[in-house]
Nanobody
Framework: QVQLVESGGGLVQAGSSLRLSCAAS????????MGWFRQAPGKEREFVAA????????DYADSVKGRFTISRDYAKNTVYLQMNSLKPEDTAVYYC??????????????????WGQGTQVTVSS
């Protein structure tokens, strides 16, 4: 079992930056690919970014490419999502998720085994 806890959300103005963190505990963090998803009010949850275990290959949704960066710290069992140039349309609850098939990147929510509770990000115009 892996427990994931997100933090770092908040209320910011458009153009600002935030860094989300996702701390993992429980079973070894090794071997898991990690993803960030988000769900805006009244919308389906959508893929944001993902990173593999080991080589650290990454993938981003087109809507965040060039503005968001996903990274991981193996020593701290933590994954980060650095969000720059935030826009009001980035407002959502952000979730991190772990995929036991660590060497693959997936945009599909059902392929992730564990999920955090989410952290709210609100971007005002």
């Amino acid at each position: 079992q892996v427990q994931l806890v997100e933090s770092g959300g908040g209320l910011v103005q458009a153009g600002s930056s935030l860094r989300l963190s996702c701390a993992a505990s429980g079973r070894t963090f090794g071997g898991y690919a990690m993803g960030w998803f988000r769900q805006a009010p009244g919308k389906e949850r959508e893929f944001v970014a993902a990173i593999t275990w080991g080589a650290g290959n990454t993938d981003y949704a087109d809507s965040v490419k060039g503005r968001f960066t996903i990274s991981r710290d193996y020593a701290k069992n933590t994954v980060y999502l650095q969000m720059n140039s935030l826009k009001p349309e980035d407002t959502a609850v952000y979730y991190c998720a772990a995929d036991s098939r660590g060497y693959r990147i997936s945009r599909l929510q059902y392929e992730y085994n564990y999920w955090g509770q989410g952290t709210q990000v609100t971007v005002s115009s």
